[in-house]
């Protein structure tokens, strides 16, 4: 047998196994509900705006492959792909306003270079403002100026902090082992159910759509709306 065969035989041995304690540790209970939420909206989305249904299929695909990452003991992989979903999710939306900028994105393949941060600081991206123009019948209450959108830019500062390798967000200081670390799988949790709650959020406001009972509870998880 090969060394690289072996390897990749012991690596998969490896991940099994850590596939197995973290699943017998840990309720994935709120991790699956929040993924089928994002994958219903997803459908939904896709079906009435097709032209940009493409977005879709790359989340959900990596809302997918991140919990897989994880559960196997790559939780920082799960955690950078997280910034990726929360980045194009926001594109999702975005482009859903500005066809010109869609058009150009598809024909000439234009850079996509509408950062989180430059989407609520230029475009006013789902601040308080922004989500009056699609819920002037006061269906749902912010619980503060601007409180959505802090948490959006909040959470984007995270994950770039994770993707870009600052020191406090390493996992493998003390050495390269890999195997199941409960802490470290419950940090990815946390964020995988804040970026499902954006989607939820942008979603419900941006269509002011407060018919489905699931989707609202995603919305309003972190109580930063509530829905009357």
């Given at each position: 047998m090969s060394y690289t065969k072996q390897t990749i035989i012991q690596l998969k041995d490896n991940t099994s196994k850590i596939l197995e304690e973290t699943i017998n540790d840990n309720d994935l209970t709120d991790i699956l509900n929040a993924l089928n939420?994002?994958?219903?909206?997803?459908?939904?989305?896709?079906?009435?705006?097709?032209?940009?249904g493409f977005y879709w299929n790359e989340i959900i695909s990596e809302m997918i492959s991140v919990v897989h990452a994880t559960i196997s003991g790559f939780p920082r992989l799960g955690l950078s792909g997280l910034r990726n979903i929360l980045e194009l999710?926001?594109?999702?939306?975005?482009?859903?306003?500005?066809?010109i900028e869609l058009k150009l994105l598809i024909n000439i393949d234009k850079k996509s270079d509408k950062y989180v941060s430059s989407l609520i600081r230029d475009d006013l991206f789902f601040t308080s403002n922004y989500i009056k123009l699609f819920n002037n019948d006061n269906k749902v209450i912010e619980a503060g100026n601007n409180k959505v959108?802090?948490?959006?830019?909040?959470e984007y500062r995270e994950l770039c902090d994770i993707v870009h390798g600052r020191n406090r967000t390493l996992f493998k200081k003390n050495g390269?082992?890999?195997?199941?670390?409960?802490?470290?799988?419950?940090?990815?949790?946390?964020?995988?159910?804040?970026?499902?709650?954006?989607?939820?959020?942008?979603?419900?406001?941006?269509?002011?759509?407060?018919?489905?009972?699931?989707?609202?509870?995603?919305?309003?998880?972190?109580?930063?709306?509530?829905?009357?």
């Open positions: 939420i994002v994958m219903d909206i997803g459908e939904i989305f896709s079906e009435k705006h097709q032209n940009i999710s926001c594109h999702a939306f975005y482009y859903l306003d500005h066809k959108s802090d948490f959006i830019h909040r390269l082992k890999v195997e199941y670390n409960k802490s470290q799988f419950k940090y990815f949790e946390r964020h995988y159910l804040n970026i499902s709650t954006i989607i939820a959020l942008m979603y419900v406001l941006r269509f002011n759509d407060y018919s489905n009972e699931k989707h609202n509870k995603l919305a309003s998880r972190t109580n930063l709306i509530s829905v009357l």
